[in-house]
Structures are given as C-alpha cells and as structure tokens.
T-cell receptor
Framework: GEDVEQSLFLSVREGDSSVINCTYTDSSSTYLYWYKQEPGAGLQLLTYIFSNMDMKQDQRLTVLLNKKDKHLSLRIADTQTGDSAIYFCAEKKGTYKYIFGTGTRLKVLA | DTAVSQTPKYLVTQMGNDKSIKCEQNLGHDTMYWYKQDSKKFLKIMFSYNNKELIINETVPNRFSPKSPDKAHLNLHINSLELGDSAVYFC????????????FGDGTRLSIL
C-alpha cells in the first residue's frame, strides 16, 4: 500500500532530545522530507535527505536514513517548547507525487 | 511576501452549496497541488497540475473540479457540498527538478453545516 507510518504521539521534557520515526513504502523514492505543522498553519519544510545518503545534520536536526529497512528518523536536539507541533515525513515518488506520513504529535513539557 | 496564498482562510457553508477556494503562488514553480487534511490530520493528495495540465487525480469525486488558468494559480471548485467534505484544504507548489520540496499555503478550513 501507500501508507507511510509514524507513531501518533511523542512527549518529551524540555532540553531532552526527541526522536521521531517514519517507515516509508517505496525503496525507489528519491527524496525524503520532514515537515512541521503548527496549529492553524500549513506545513513548513524542516529538512530533507537524498536517498543515497545515510545521515544529514542541520543545526539541532539530524536525519537518519536506513534505506534497507525503509526507515527514516528525525532527531531534535535540546527540544524546546516551541518545537511542539505535528511532524510529517514525506517521500517523493517520481516527479510529481509526494506521499505523507500519518504525522507525529510532539508535545514538549516544560 | 506570501509564497503560496489561499483564500478564503475559513469557509462555513451549508450542505448542497457550491464553493470555490483560490490558490496563487509567486515562486515561479511549475507544479501545484491540492491536499485534503482530515480531522485526524491525515494529509492526502487530491490533484496535481504541471504547467496547467492535470498530472494526478487521486480518485477524487467528480464534485471536485480543479482549474488552472495559468501556472501560478490553481483553484478548487466543489459542487453539492457534503458533510464529509469538512476538512482543511491545502494548496502547495513545487519546482519539478531534483530535491525541490513542496511549499504549502496556510490552508482553508471548510466547515459544512
């Protein structure tokens, strides 16, 4: 099927690291993305990784890709209350199609 | 300047009515999309247009008709609105090549009474 799976909820304490996981469907997907959605807003691109990479780091964000297992993760270091949001992974299939995950609701406790 | 803008932001209407949502992007992108996000926040692609041509139509009822007058605009017209149409509709755009991610509008919250 086309379901990209994520855990629905994650709760962490401020200052801890958050790890959000995603299992995607198509090993031929070229790019994988992480988006953040705050309440009442659209999706904001956080970072992306090309499928021939294992890891990408961008400030507090680290993306890990296990292509064999079709597993993608997003680690947020030193999580802040402003990081509370819904996080979506997405895979790009072909030129025009993007499949989004089910979304993980991150709650950061002060 | 807003990159992808949708209007209206909120739309409350009665079952059976016809309504339109407009979307414009000023990024010079070739491809535009409509997504539906339901109450559980699941995001599903509805349509994709590339240079005004329909590329993707994901088994959306015929009551939904997208129109792209030029590559910077993709409007969504919905006929005979039903209760199940209540959702947030997002417009997005992207450039075709390589890693280019999608840029999203802020969404149109459609409520059917």
């Amino acid at each position: 099927g086309e379901d990209v799976e994520q855990s629905l909820f994650l709760s962490v304490r401020e200052g801890d690291s958050s790890v959000i996981n995603c299992t995607y469907t198509d090993s031929s997907s070229t790019y994988l993305y992480w988006y953040k959605q705050e309440p009442g807003a659209g999706l904001q691109l956080l970072t992306y990784i090309f499928s021939n990479m294992d890891m990408k780091q961008d400030q507090r964000l680290t993306v890990l890709l296990n292509k064999k297992d079709k597993h993608l993760s997003l680690r947020i270091a030193d999580t802040q209350t402003g990081d509370s949001a819904i996080y979506f992974c997405a895979e790009k299939k072909g030129t025009y199609k993007y499949i989004f995950g089910t979304g993980t609701r991150l709650k950061v406790l002060a | 300047d807003t990159a992808v803008s949708q209007t209206p932001k909120y739309l409350v209407t009665q079952m059976g009515n016809d309504k339109s949502i407009k979307c414009e992007q000023n990024l010079g992108h070739d491809t535009m999309y409509w997504y539906k996000q339901d109450s559980k926040k699941f995001l599903k692609i509805m349509f994709s247009y590339n240079n005004k041509e329909l590329i993707i139509n994901e088994t959306v009822p015929n009551r939904f008709s997208p129109k792209s007058p030029d590559k910077a605009h993709l409007n969504l017209h919905i006929n005979s609105l039903e209760l199940g149409d209540s959702a947030v509709y997002f417009c997005a755009s992207s450039q075709d090549q390589g890693s280019q991610p999608q840029h999203f509008g802020d969404g149109t919250r459609l409520s059917i009474l």
